[in-house]
Nanobody
């Protein structure tokens, strides 16, 4: 499975950005997806997840009510729409995936995902 992320950029606080992640490979249509982000430090933080089987979403507290994860199955693409952006949302955003499971919600730990995209930078200026 290969993941290709895109859509980052530089925006002002209060603006919105949508980042995308295209999956390819023989099992790409049956994946659970997640978005993580990494600021200046080494830690990669969970943002949102979408499960293939349940089509359920879950979010980090920092993303609730502002971010929306969605998937276009026909395009094997997962999106993260980020509204009302804040300077603290500035980070490299990574899409991650794992083979679809029976879990209702996607895991929040990065170690649970086997496949990673290359990351796309979002910079929010105040």
């Amino acid at each position: 499975v290969q993941l290709q992320a895109s859509g980052g950029g530089s925006v002002q606080a209060g603006d919105f950005v949508t980042v995308s992640c295209v999956a390819s490979g023989p099992t790409s249509s049956t994946l659970d997806f997640a978005w993580f982000r990494q600021g200046p430090g080494p830690q990669r933080d969970f943002v949102a997840a979408f499960t293939w089987r349940a089509r359920a979403t879950n979010y980090a507290d920092s993303a609730k009510d502002r971010f929306t994860i969605s998937r276009d199955s026909a395009k094997n693409t997962v999106y993260l729409r980020m509204n009302s952006l804040k300077p603290e949302d500035s980070a490299v955003y990574y899409c991650a995936a794992r083979l679809g499971s029976s879990a209702w919600y996607g895991p929040r730990s990065s170690i649970d995902y086997n496949y990673w995209g290359q990351g796309t930078l979002v910079t929010v200026s105040s």
